[in-house]
C-alpha cells in the first residue's frame, strides 16, 4: 500500500525554528507538495520538490532525499499567523496524488 | 483575481435529505476535483475530472455524485447524506500535465448531517 507519515502535532515558540518530517512509501514518485491548511480553510500550496535537495522560498524551506523517501519542512522566524496543519503530499507513478494526514503546528508566545 | 468559488460555504442537512455542493473557477484550469476532508485527516479524493473525462475514485460511495456541465462549473451531490458524511468538501482545480501542477483549493464547503 501507498503511506505517508507526519507526526501528528509540534509545539514551538515564536521566533524559532521548526521542522517538520514526512516520510513516505508510494508506488514511484514524481513529485512531492507541501500546502499549508488554517483551521476550517483550505489547503495552500507551499513548495513543490521533484529532485533531491533544498528549496527555499523566504522563510519557508523543503528538503527531499528521494533515495531515503524522505522530506522536510523548515520554518524559520515563527509568526503567531504559522499555527496551522501542513499536509505532505507525494505524486506516484500514475501521477495521483498521496496525501499524508498533516501536522498540526502550534505557535506559543 | 482567478479564483475557485464554493457554494455554500455551510450546509446543514437532515439525515436522508440530498444535498448539492457546487464549485466554479476563473482559472481555465481542464482539471477539476472533488475533495472529501474530516476532522485531523488527510483529504480523500473522491472525483475528478479530466475536461470532461469522468474518474470516479474506486472507494467513493455510490451515494455520491458529480456533474460537470462546462470548464467552469462542477457539482457533487450527495443524495442521501449519513451522519457519518458530515465533512468538509473541497473542490480544487489544476491543469493537467506532468509537472508540479499545483491543485488550487476552494475555501470548502462545511457540510453537517443532522
Not at chain 2, 475514485?57 to 457533487?76: G, I, K, V, W, Y
Request: hydrophobic share 35%; with cysteine.
Amino acid at each position: 500500500g501507498q503511506n505517508i507519515d507526519q507526526p501528528t502535532e509540534m509545539t514551538a515558540t515564536e521566533g524559532a525554528i521548526v521542522q517538520i518530517n514526512c516520510t513516505y512509501q508510494t508506488s514511484g514518485f514524481n513529485g512531492l507538495f507541501w500546502y499549508q491548511q488554517h483551521a476550517g480553510e483550505a489547503p495552500t500550496f507551499l513548495s513543490y520538490n521533484v529532485l533531491d535537495g533544498l528549496e527555499e522560498k523566504g522563510r519557508f524551506s523543503s528538503f527531499l532525499s528521494r533515495s531515503k523517501g524522505y522530506s522536510y519542512l523548515l520554518l524559520k522566524e515563527l509568526q503567531m499567523k504559522d499555527s496551522a496543519s501542513y499536509l505532505c503530499a507525494v505524486k506516484d507513478s500514475n501521477y495521483q496524488l498521496i496525501w499524508g494526514a498533516g501536522t498540526k503546528l502550534i505557535i506559543k508566545p | 483575481d482567478a479564483m475557485v468559488i464554493q457554494n455554500p460555504r455551510y450546509q446543514v442537512t437532515q439525515f436522508g435529505k440530498p444535498v448539492t455542493l457546487s464549485c466554479s473557477q476563473t482559472l481555465n484550469h481542464n482539471v477539476m476535483y472533488w475533495y472529501q476532508q474530516k476532522s485531523s485527516q488527510a483529504p480523500k479524493l473522491l472525483f475528478h475530472y479530466y475536461d470532461k473525462d469522468f474518474n470516479n475514485e474506486a472507494d467513493t460511495p455510490d451515494n455520491f455524485q458529480s456533474r460537470r456541465p462546462n470548464t467552469s462549473f462542477c457539482f457533487l451531490d450527495i443524495r442521501s447524506p449519513g451522519l457519518g458524511d458530515a465533512a468538509m468538501y473541497l473542490c480544487a482545480t489544476s491543469i493537467s500535465g506532468t509537472g508540479a501542477n499545483v491543485l488550487t483549493f476552494g475555501a470548502g464547503s462545511r457540510l453537517t448531517v443532522l
